[in-house]
């Protein structure tokens, strides 16, 4: 035990200062009148604030491919499955034609269009092999702590749902 | 209350029209992926899966932009699509996720050597790569919930409603998280003891 623990910032009121909620008088009190403290609150703002700065020239600095071939080749699968280039001028029509069902299309996602998390091609096979999957890493990860799933919640939606289901390719 | 994945990776109230904003899938991740990409990151801590993610993030945005409303801001949004995605990603590959993420980490430094060289004296880039890699270390030792929340209150700014709404989480749980975090960080950056 530290006894000048308890006379510096109390953990709760240190935390609520930095994420910038309400302190009591007495925290405020000691914080405008202890250089430490003070000093402290600026490292911890000035440390959170390099790792902003640097983690963000790393993210900037990824190259990213454009996505805008893949997403203009979907839109143009929905167009007309069959449509090759040279028969776009005369489709013209059609496509005016389409153009109301298309709009409703576009406002109104299908499950295809709908950010839908497994895809159509996973194979019943695929499945059972993460159900299985699943299984055994539930049984190695039961004796341990708060893992990423179980924060996640994911053991209580694998809880509540046959795990087939869970799994099935919307 | 945990939202389930599969019916929708998109909020109820996030929905309305679409956004001219949202029409351009590059200009999107122009704007925007440098903050997904970093946030799945720190998250997830493997550069690789980190990247894919971002990438599915986008695509899922763009298709699904339909839904999106407009009461929320489009980096909310897409924090929230992320998270959807990092929950999937640990349900259908956790245990690799387990084993893999810590292996090819980056570290501060590393990332400190993408600092603008004109704008940042070799001093100052040592310096805050040692301050952020204190802080690095010190969320690796977060729980995945106490270090994403972390990550969006204190890099990204975002309040606890913007929060609760991205994690799916109650506000008090939220702030519960982040009191917990902050003490955590704050004991690994050595407090006033
Ligand atoms: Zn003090």
């Not at chain 1, 109390?10 to 430490?36: K, R, T, V, W």
């Not at chain 2, 407009?70 to 245990?95: E, M, P, Q, Y």
Request: net charge neutral.
């Amino acid at each position: 035990m530290n006894s000048s623990r308890t006379q510096h910032l109390p953990e709760d009121q240190f935390a609520s200062y930095m994420m910038g909620d309400a302190i009591n008088a007495e925290a405020a009190a000691h914080l405008s009148a202890c250089d430490q403290c003070r000093a402290e609150v600026e490292r911890f703002g000035v440390s959170v604030q390099s790792l902003n700065v640097v983690s963000m020239a790393w993210s900037e600095s990824r190259p990213s491919n454009s996505l805008r071939l893949r997403t203009s080749s979907r839109v143009a699968w929905r167009l007309h499955p069959g449509m090759t280039v040279a028969s776009w001028g005369f489709a013209t029509g059609v496509l005016l034609m389409s153009a109301i069902p298309l709009a409703r299309h576009l406002q109104h996602p299908s499950r295809e269009t709908a950010p839908v998390v497994l895809s159509a091609q996973e194979s019943q096979k695929q499945i059972e092999q993460d159900n299985q999957l699943l299984m055994a890493v539930d049984r190695e990860l039961s004796t341990q702590v708060a893992s990423p799933e179980q924060e996640y919640g994911l053991d209580n939606e694998l809880a509540r749902k046959p795990k087939n289901r869970e799994l099935k390719a919307q | 209350m945990q939202t389930t994945i599969d019916a929708s990776m998109i909020p109820l109230s996030c929905r309305v029209s679409i956004i001219s904003e949202l029409d351009d899938i590059d200009a999107l991740v122009g704007l925007y992926r440098g903050r997904v990409l970093r946030y799945v990151m720190l998250s997830v801590g493997d550069q690789d899966l980190a990247e894919t993610i971002t990438q599915d993030c986008f695509l899922k945005a763009y298709n699904g932009r339909a839904s999106f409303r407009g009461d929320c801001s489009v980096s909310t949004w897409l924090f929230t699509i992320a998270n959807n995605l990092i929950r999937d990603h640990l349900r259908t590959k956790k245990f690799q996720f387990w084993r893999k993420a810590k292996a090819t980490a980056i570290d501060a430094t590393e990332m400190a050597s993408f600092l603008p060289n004109g704008e940042t004296s070799p001093e100052a880039r040592i310096l805050a790569s040692e301050r952020a890699e204190q802080v690095k270390v010190a969320m690796e030792k977060l729980s995945v919930n106490q270090r994403r929340m972390f990550i969006l209150r204190f890099l990204e700014e975002m309040d606890l409603a913007e929060i609760a709404q991205a994690t799916g989480m109650p506000v008090n749980t939220v702030k519960t998280h982040l009191h917990r975090a902050v003490t955590s960080i704050r004991k690994e950056l050595g407090g006033t003891r």
